[in-house]
Structure formats: structure tokens, C-alpha cells
């Protein structure tokens, strides 16, 4: 153990190396700073490691599968295709590791120095590092707090044996017959999804009455229309009560229609929320104050209540969202290089990786309504759009929300193919101020899903092209 007089002396200092630590690292160094970063686990955080990039990496091989199996509609047939499970969980490893190799390359590029262990601050300006039985301690200018978020545990349903959270369900080496999810939010929607088509029996018990609670019901309900199609059971206003785990399965009852009612699984997965990793920080003893609901509060600048103090990502309120963690940290790196950077009022697009994909930036036409706008509104079909006909892939539709009288872009939201990268151009169109006419008088290839953007823009405006205007 270092003494504390003669600890290191660091100048930038970032625990936790996820989407919002690594990335504030990188842009403190850029800026010049000597920073170092810690980490207990893996770089990369969950995003990396057991959240954003392993759940997107199982969802498309979900997708490659179900398109080799059910494309006879378009005059493909093939036999005999199978899935070779520990395979895809290899596939997907190895993209785990390009990214989190690629994150460490630049760390070492960046000359940011990295060290290995669990943090706990000591008193404001003092950690100490604790890697096995080496506990080191540095001293610190600015430190930024990144230690993001777990899954939330519910007290009659412990993560162990056969109950899982997400960690351990993008682990699991075999795929499961069945697989019951408490929870119908995007992680366990995704997921679910993504078993049942690998061809596990899957149930979903949702407590409120539909599932993708926060999105609007015109878009969950594609997605519950295509859980049915799967075979997917879904079970809303349904409370999980308790389990019993046998050695080969597990038996749920739950509460549903004012009647107790039993689903047995060989699996349970529990997704019913993330907890800020606010504990064991050595937070107790300084005055970092917390808000109501225990995530660390901060300034405009991410700053937490002690100055040189800053909390970024799933530690600090707001979507739980590796974009939002990253641009946190940008924005602590530059306050800490001396720039007036703020968080501002940014829009924060949502994407759900489900089938169909849904994406959402901004207001709603509900909440752009109580705000109090006369709102004209957008809508256009992938069914009247050349290429997604052409991709196989008709349904959904883009559902722009304006402001009538100055025509600002208020918001959208996209349920289809490639929804997350469509909602791209209206988080621009937003943050620059643009209207409904600036996207309409944009020329936008042709066939491309961004037409769709295009077409419901001239809609909105009353010229559409692709659709009869009302
Ligand atoms: C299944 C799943 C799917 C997801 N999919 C998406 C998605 O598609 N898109 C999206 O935007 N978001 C997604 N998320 C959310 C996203 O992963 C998080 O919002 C993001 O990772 C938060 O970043 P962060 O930097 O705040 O924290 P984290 O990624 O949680 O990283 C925190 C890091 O700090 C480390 N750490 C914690 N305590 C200490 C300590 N005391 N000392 C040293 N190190 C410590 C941890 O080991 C971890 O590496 C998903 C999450 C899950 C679980």
C-alpha cells in the first residue's frame, strides 16, 4: 500500500471505462489533459461488454436466421439450416473484443493511462485502487464518476440458478426451450424477441398494459403484432410474485385479471430496470448530494456537488443511453479543459432494436400538443416506399411531428427497418432548427429508406407525393 503523503498525483482521474468514462478520457486527453482511467472489469463498460454491442450482435443473427427461413414468399427455399449456438455466442465474443481492443488501442494512442482495479474514493482528491491484494492510492485534480448502472433485483427473485438478468442471458451457452420475461421494456423485449425466433417458447409478463411502456401505442403495437406471430405469449397488467426453481426449470406464479396464474420456463429473465452504481464508491463520507430517486445530481456542466467532482451516464438522471453517457462525459472532458460547455437542451433520440425497430426523437404529437403547439403532423408508410418494398420489408411508417405555424420539427417517430438509422437526420433537422420545407427541399436518393423521411415532410406540408393528401 502507497502512504498517503506520497500517492501518485493524477491530474484527471476517470472511474469506470464504459461509454461515458472512456469516451470523457479520450476527449480530456485530447484536450490535452494527463489523464488516467480505472476499471475493475473490461473496458467498454456494459455497453460493450453485456449490453449495447452483444445484444445487437444476437439480434442480427436472430434476424439472418429467421430471413433464411422464411423467405418463401419471395421465392427462396432453403433446407436444412441450423443454428449452431456456442457459434453465434463465439461470433459475437469476437466483436466484443474488436471494440473493447479498439477502445484500449486508443486509450494507449491517447497516452491515457490505465489502471486496473476497483476504485473507492478515499476523500475528495484521494482514491485508492484495490486490484486483488494491491491496493494503491492517487491523488486527483478532477476525478469524473462513470461507474454506470446494474439490473435491478427483485427481492422474490434473485439473480441465481435458473433466474437471470440480462448479463447472464447473453451468456447462456445453450439456447433454452423456453424462457419466461418479467418485464416488456426494450431490454426484455429484445431479447424475448430475439429467443423466440431461435425457436424458444417465450412468455413476457408486463405489469403495465401494454408492452414498451414510454413509447406511443401506435408503435408498441407492431411490435406486440409481430411477438404473436412468433409465437411470443405476452401477458400485460401481469405481476410476478414468486418463483420456484426445480433442477430443471422454473415455476412463476403471477398475478394477472384479479387471479393468481403459474408459467413454468427453464429460464426466467428479469428486466425490470437499472440501478446507478452509486455504492462502495466511498461516496458516504463526502457531501455528493444524490436526487430523490439515488442517481448522483449535477450541474448544467456535470458538475456534482463537489466542484472538482463530475458524474456522468447511468450514474446521473436521464435515459439510461450509451449516447447519452458518452456525450456526458465529452462535456465533463471540456469543462475541465476550461471550456463553457453545457449539456444544454439536447434531444436524446431512443432507439428499441425489436422487429420492428423503433426509433423516437423529441416530442410526441400528444406532448407537442400539451406544450401547447398546433401541431401538424406527417405520416408516411414504408408500404408506399420503392426500396423497402424492394427489401421485402413493407411494414411500418415514419411519423413526423411539426410545429404548424413556423413548421420546426418537433419530433418523430419511426417504426421499421433501419429505424435507427433514419432518426438520425430528424435529431439534425432538430438541433439545427430546421423545418418540415428544409427536409422536403432536400434531395434524397432514390430508392432509399430516407425518402421516407422526405415523403412524410411533404406531407406534413400538404404536397406529398407517394400518398393522397387529406
Ligand atoms: C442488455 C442491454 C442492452 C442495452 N442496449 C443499449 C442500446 O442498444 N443502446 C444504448 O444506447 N444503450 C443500451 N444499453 C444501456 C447502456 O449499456 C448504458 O446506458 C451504458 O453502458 C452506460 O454507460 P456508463 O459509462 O454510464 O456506464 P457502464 O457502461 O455501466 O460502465 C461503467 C463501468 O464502470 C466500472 N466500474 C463500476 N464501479 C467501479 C469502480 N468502483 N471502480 C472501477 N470501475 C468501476 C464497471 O465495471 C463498468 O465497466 C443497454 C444495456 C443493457 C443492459
Redesign the pocket.
Known sequence: MTENGNAEQLDVLV???????YVAAIRAAQLGKQVAI?????V????L????IP??ALISAAHQYEAMTQSAGIGLTAAEVSVDFAKVQAWKQSVIDKLTGGVSSLFKGNKIKRLQ????LVDANLVEVKNGAETTQYRFRHGIL????R?VELKAFPFQGRILS?TEM?ALAKLPESLLVIGGGY?GI??GQTFAKFGTKVTILEGSDAILPGFEKELSRLVARKLKKLGVEVQTEAVAKRAEQTDDQVIVTYAAKGEERQATAEYVLVTVG?RP?TE??GLESLPVKLTERGFIQIDEQCRTSIPHLYA????VEGP??????SYEGKIAAEVIAGKDSRLGDKKIPA?V?SDPEIASVGLTESEARERGHDVAIGKFPYAANGRALSLNVGEGFVKLVADKATGLVLGAQIIGPEASNLIGEVGLAMEKGHTLTDIAETIHAHPSLGEIIMEAAEGALGHGIHQLNK
Do not use: M, Q, Y
Not at 320 to 325: E, G, I, Y
Open positions: 472511474i469506470g471505462a464504459g461509454p461515458g468514462g480505472v476499471e475493475k472489469d473490461t467498454g463498460g456494459v455497453c461488454n453485456r449490453g449495447c445484444s445487437k482495479g476497483e476504485a473507492k462513470a461507474t454506470g448502472s439490473p440480462s447473453l431490454i429484445e431479447l437499472r452504481n462502495g464508491l456522468i451516464g447511468d450514474l439510461a443511453l450509451a449516447h447519452k453517457a432507439v432494436f
